[in-house]
């Protein structure tokens, strides 16, 4: 049973333009979420998370929303650069295991085209 | 920010070996380190939690007999694949947990022949 889906494997976006990730939840009881960024035979970094009590965070070029009702989040990067090209991971947590234990997306693989 | 440190990056080795993968909090101390495991394009999967002089607790699925966690020291967790066999090819990430947020290792490739 997949919690954390992301149905799109792919995605590719002309440099400048805006890249929009997508990423759904089943489990009503996370309530914080991150995006993270991976290289080929790197481990993830850190991109940007929010709690289930905010419905946008902001940082930088990086925005995530959530919507709780429809159980949905997003990443939002603008303007798009060749260098964010990579697979990214949304996770998601709950109370009862804590931030440190998350589940993961299938991943989306970004391109940005030049 | 933190750093984690996995050791070796790329290994290969002959089927029913043993391989040891390690993973090091460099500029803090870690009393709870994951493992995590990726298949070629798919998602991580939490493999076990990894506590400071204590046992490592496994996710449903996971054979705790073949994938040995050893957390002894507050900076070092090793994870042990024993009597390797090529299905067990995968990308192992490690990470640990910094209040606030969660920090990866560089993943170490295992490749069984």
């Known amino acids: 049973d997949q919690q954390v889906k992301q149905n799109s494997p792919s995605l590719s976006v002309q440099e400048g333009r805006i890249s929009i990730l997508n990423c759904d939840y089943t489990?009503?009881?996370?309530?914080?979420f991150l995006w993270y960024k991976k290289y080929p035979a790197e481990g993830p970094t850190f991109l940007i998370s929010i709690s289930s009590i905010k419905d946008k965070n902001e940082d930088g070029r990086f925005t995530v929303f959530l919507n709780k009702s429809a159980k949905h989040l997003s990443l939002h990067i603008v303007p798009s650069q060749p260098g964010d090209s990579a697979v990214y991971f949304c996770a998601a947590s709950d109370r009862v295991q804590g931030a440190q234990k998350l589940v993961f997306g299938q991943g989306t693989r970004l391109t940005i085209n030049p | 920010g933190a750093v984690v440190s996995q050791h070796p990056s790329w290994v290969i080795c002959k089927s029913g070996t043993s391989v040891k993968i390690e993973c090091r909090s460099l500029d803090f101390q870690a009393t709870t380190m994951f493992w995590y495991r990726q298949f070629p394009k798919q998602s991580l999967m939490l493999m076990a939690t990894?506590?400071?002089?204590?046992?490592?607790?496994?996710e449903q699925g996971v054979e705790k007999d073949k994938f040995l966690i050893n957390h002894a020291s507050l900076t070092l967790s090793t994870l042990t694949v024993t009597s390797a066999h090529p299905e067990d090819s995968s990308f192992y990430i490690c990470?640990?947990?910094?209040?606030?947020?969660?920090?990866f290792g560089e993943g170490s490739r295992l490749t069984v022949l």
């Open positions: 489990n009503s009881m996370f309530d914080y």
């Open positions: 990894s506590n400071e002089g204590s046992k490592a607790t496994y």
């Open positions: 990470s640990a947990w910094v209040p606030g947020e969660l920090f």
